[in-house]
């Protein structure tokens, strides 16, 4: 009798919604250039609660990041909170913070975490970032959510648009009380692939913003993260001791798979690649598949003959970028040549990638 | 007294490298003489125009820097203050994910830090 596969993943993020209140031109997520987003049909707080317990089968799971969209639209994420933590689950609300309303804080579970995206100290530049008037109600709704007992780290998104003001936007986020920060390098879609020229900082201005970064973290000691990995050839990690850098997981325990709104599960929430379908199947029978291996172990030719110390870590930076943006897990993050100005207009050309619902992993049943 | 650098741990002394071992002291001065207070010794010391008074005049009083040598037997080799390498205080936590903020890292910050850069935000 075979014995069930377990695997080391310790982290799940859920997408509850696909919708938003906000209009970000960086955002990631991959319905928002296929036309999808409000028409999704979603998950019910049961199912959801029933796919986690999926996975904790095949998983010793012990924390469950809920995203979207902006999971707050739905007005039963407190209770999903409360359920995830019923299961001995620490429940992440990645959030833009602008509907922190005190009567839903209260429903939260006592010392909530959440992930709070602020792009600059600066509201007009915010708001401009966000495509909506946001940043006062941002700024009401983290004083209140620290006086009901909750926490938070402050998540940048750092664009051509904000890089310059990175000091400022970890100061405003630490005065308010973020515990820790993350400083996430935008990471392209395919819808904003086309406006990378708008938005990917060069690498002058990615270092300048790591600098200061890394001055606050050795002065203040302020803990910052550099979440979405930064190739060690735009941004060498070791100037930089004071921030701590992060890489993909691609697969490993680290890897945090991803349960879309509809139950698909995918590799993370940077890909639109479908690996099989959760309500149907074992998680372990998704992850285990052979083409779902295949697409964490793919490194850019570009970057085989790489003799940085951290090669083996970076292998290319985010492969779920270079799939979304090039068709191909097998090509160099996209961020690397945008951000260096070497891109060119030949790799706009070719077959583009099929849209978001059609793009299944190989051999992942239809 | 010497005013050679100190390079990892290791003093060196007219192109030698001595091996040292690095403690804290004081200089005093009694009836004339200047003393070294280290390790609960008083050790005296020499002047010379290697170690002129002018200098040592200067450090009564105060805490040093002393470097012990234990080659060929144990003595005082340099006294005074001089520049140690730095090494940044940066706490090893574990892997970092992309995207999702990791328990190790919320370690929580000095107050102090966090109130000052408030009334730094609230000022602007």
Redesign the interface.
Known sequence: MGQRTRYPFRNLVVEVTERCNNACRHCCNYWRGDGGGSSTPELSRAEICALVAKVQQDAPLVQVALSGGEPLLRPDLPEIACDLASRGLAALVITNGALLSKARLQRFPAASFFEITLFSADGALHNQMTGRMVFDRLLENIVRLRRQGHKFVLACVITKLNAHDVAGTIKLGVALGAEAVMLNRVNLSRRAFRLAEQLVPTVAQLNASLRAAEELAGTYGIPVAVSVPIPPCLADPREFPHLHFGWCPRGDRNAYYTIGCSGLLRPCNHSSVILGDLRAEGFADIVGRRHVKEFWKSVAPECQQCTHPLKEQCRGGCPAAADECYGSPRRMDPFVQLSRGTWCTVNRSGHPPAPASQRRCEGTPP | MTDEGQVAGVIIIDGKPVNAETVTGKVLKLRGKYFLQVRGKKLAIPLSPVTPETQVAKLVRKTVDVALSKQPKPSVVAIGTWPTPER????R?G?????????D??????SK??EM??H???A?
């Open positions: 940044p205080h940066v706490r936590i892997p970092i994910i992309c995207y999702i903020p990791v328990p890292l919320r370690r929580g910050l000095d830090v966090q850069l408030l730094e935000m609230a602007r």
